[in-house]
């Protein structure tokens, strides 16, 4: 399987280094395109894999294209392809709707798709697009991609804002969380670093417990409190700063932002 990436920025960068790790494909399996050829020649020796400033030759090269560029540069990029010669397209341009990528390519030759940062380490939640005319075998292919770099969902394309804001964009929101707590540790002597992976560790064991447990966050929630203890003071402190509330604005935001895009 040659897998080709149209646009090569963060979430092509996470989804390539997750395949690599994972033994999906080798290096010599895939292709990516960059047009300034400093930046090029690093990714190349980053990855251990080919780079061109020919999205053309990605695309005649491809079993699969991944296509990433940023979602005003789709029409632009697809209008100057030659597209006599048909890849699967996989699309993880976010906002970019699926009217909008039929203006281009047939209904049966991609599908649209969301992932998130985390497919670099093995734990990406990667959003199908429902799309019952896509080829069998390029979804197929698309599943072996993603699934080898987490778990997969398939939604109706009427809930991908919903999944942007909950998956594809959250990480940053769990970034700046642990980011904050270490920080509230450094107040009190810990080193950044130990601080950090104290924090990140507790934060992956904490969402692990959720995905494997039977009772729901909230009654974890219940079962590291005890009565009159220090983790009651510490969340009755969040509720009472609207911790939640924040949290939902900030959903809320992108959610629109999403939609904006996508008109």
Do not use: C
Request: negative net charge; without cysteine; hydrophobic residues 45%.
């Amino acid at each position: 399987m040659k897998i080709g990436f149209i646009g090569f920025g963060h979430m092509a960068q996470a989804i390539a280094a997750g395949l690599l790790q994972n033994q999906v494909v080798e290096g010599k399996d895939v292709i990516f395109s960059n047009r300034t050829a400093a930046k090029r020649s690093q990714l190349e020796e980053r990855f251990s894999i080919a780079g061109t400033n020919s999205n053309q030759q990605v695309w005649d090269q491809s079993d699969i294209i991944i296509l990433a560029v940023k979602p005003y540069q789709v029409d632009e990029v697809l209008n100057q392809l030659d597209k006599t010669y048909q890849p699967f397209v996989i699309s993880v341009a976010a906002g970019v709707t699926m009217s909008q990528l039929a203006n281009q390519l047939p209904l049966k030759s991609f599908i649209r798709t969301m992932p998130n940062l985390n497919a670099q380490v093995g734990e990406g939640i990667t959003a199908f697009i429902e799309n019952d005319q896509a080829d069998q075998t390029g979804l197929d292919s698309a599943k072996v991609i993603f699934e080898a770099v987490g778990k997969v969902v398939e939604l109706p394309e009427s809930q991908m804002g919903t999944f942007i804001a909950l998956a594809g964009s959250s990480p940053a929101l769990v970034f700046l969380f642990i980011d904050t707590l270490a920080r509230s540790a450094v107040k009190y002597g810990l080193s950044k670093e130990q601080a950090t992976e104290i924090a990140a560790q507790a934060v992956l064991g904490s969402a692990k417990t959720v995905l494997e447990s039977e009772h729901s966050p909230w009654d974890l929630v219940d079962q590291v409190s005890s009565p009159g203890g220090i983790t009651v003071n510490g969340v009755l402190s969040l509720l009472q700063s609207d911790f939640s509330a924040s949290l939902i604005q900030s959903v809320d935001s992108m959610i629109e932002k999403n939609n904006q895009m996508s008109e």
